[in-house]
């Protein structure tokens, strides 16, 4: 179930695009040096950045690139096992009668966002924190 829910989620948000346009030389070997045994990648070009999505060990991933190669930012997709330990207690502790569904982490100069989909029986809920573990809830939703 939750390779599917992440499967859809990943389809849906790049379905709408054009896959594998030409890619500046310079950052096609800039990804490759940086990330030399990854899987399944696609590149997307648009007015202002570069977007390539990979599979690395099970966890999909997207690195957005500026035009001259810099990093943007980085994205990963991943489930509660891939989940710095950190936080991991810290969500714990915090929502002791939820599960981890799914997390998505997000890095870039201005640090790093975990965006952690808990579940229970009855309800859905979306966590914000950053990597020191304070928490916010962003949404909660009924289960159908």
């Known amino acids: ?5 992440f499967g ?3 389809l849906v948000s790049t379905a709408s695009f054009a896959s594998n346009p030409p890619v500046n030389e310079k950052i096609s070997k ?6 030399p045994h990854v899987n399944n990648v ?6 202002s950045f570069y ?3 990979f599979q690395s060990n099970e966890v999909a991933c997207r690195v957005k690139y500026d ?3 810099k990093v943007i930012s980085v994205r990963r997709d991943y489930y509660e096992k891939d989940l ?4 991991k207690v810290k969500v714990k ?4 009668s939820k599960k981890v569904f799914g997390v998505t982490e997000i890095s870039s100069e201005e640090g790093t966002q975990y965006n952690i989909i808990l579940q229970d029986e009855k309800h859905w809920t979306t966590v914000k924190s950053d990597a020191s573990g304070n928490m916010s809830v962003v949404q909660k939703l009924r289960k159908a």
């Open 8 to 10: 859809i989620a990943l």
């Open 1 to 5: 179930m939750k390779k599917i829910f």
């Open 30 to 35: 800039i990804f490759k040096e940086t990330f």
């Open 93 to 96: 502790e915090k929502y002791t």
């Open 84 to 87: 710095p330990l950190y936080i």
């Open 42 to 47: 696609k590149w997307y070009e648009y007015e």
């Open 51 to 53: 977007e390539v999505l």
């Open 67 to 69: 035009l001259n190669g």
